[in-house]
């Protein structure tokens, strides 16, 4: 089994700021993850595929890269709409999440 | 504009099956993968298992032994049957669109499932 590591757990930051997020892979994915951002009550909403591709309708401030086992989601200035908890999910083989990570107004 | 619905008992008790259908409307269900996913109370995400149209299936392997999904194209509908569930199965339960990337392109709105006597 795939297992998906996400750091931090939760994540203090200001509205303006940048902000990246790690997802690390126990064996290689090639470029088979994706992002979800996910706000309280309601189901998550797919914003990077593959890793790097824009979801469309995103806003342009979301980026992904990586590729193998290492990943990163970059908020380039936080908005006040981007406090939420983030999951990265790999679908190389089945599918697993990472525990998510919380960004939260500091 | 696909949309999905699940329903099923919000109660469960322990050791019985939890059973939920998911309603698909404003497509057809006979394309690409539907999923389930859970999420326990203040939790993560937790894959559970998908579907394709035609009727195979994967299935996450720490639930792989009580899990079955199943699909019925005429009613437009897939369902998900959890058996011998424990508190530990408490959770929202969620119905979910696959595209043929295997990403998750849309979901239903969720389900509250509680496990208890």
């Known amino acids: 089994d795939i297992q998906m590591t996400q750091s931090p757990s939760t994540l203090s930051a200001s509205v303006g700021d940048r902000v990246t997020i790690t997802c690390r892979a126990s064996?290689?994915?090639?470029?088979?993850l994706a992002w979800y951002q996910q706000k309280p009550g309601k189901a998550p909403k797919l914003l990077i595929y593959?890793?790097?591709s824009l979801e469309s309708g995103v806003p342009s401030r979301f980026s992904g890269s990586g590729s193998g086992t290492e990943f990163t989601l970059t908020i380039s200035s936080l908005q006040p709409d981007d406090f939420a908890t983030y999951y990265c999910q790999q679908y190389n083989s089945l599918w697993t999440f990472g525990q998510g990570t919380k960004v939260e107004i500091k | 504009q696909v949309q999905l619905q699940e329903s099923g008992p919000g109660l469960v008790k322990p050791s019985e099956t939890l059973s939920l259908t998911c309603t698909v409307s404003?497509?057809?269900?006979?394309?690409?993968?539907w999923s389930w996913i859970r999420q326990p109370p203040g939790k993560g995400l937790e894959w559970i298992g998908y579907?394709?149209?035609?009727?195979?299936?994967n299935y996450n392997p720490s639930l792989k032994s009580r899990v079955t999904i199943s699909v019925d194209t005429s009613k437009n509908q897939f369902s998900l049957k959890l058996s011998s569930v424990t508190a530990a199965d408490t959770a929202v339960y969620y119905c979910?669109?696959?595209?043929?990337?295997?990403?998750?392109?849309?979901w239903g709105q969720g389900t509250l499932v509680t496990v208890s006597s």
């Open positions: 064996q290689s994915i090639s470029s088979w």
């Open positions: 579907i394709y149209y035609s009727g195979s299936t």
């Open positions: 404003g497509g057809s269900i006979s394309s690409y993968y």
């Open positions: 979910a669109r696959v595209d043929a990337t295997m990403i998750v392109v849309g």
């Open positions: 593959k890793a790097s």
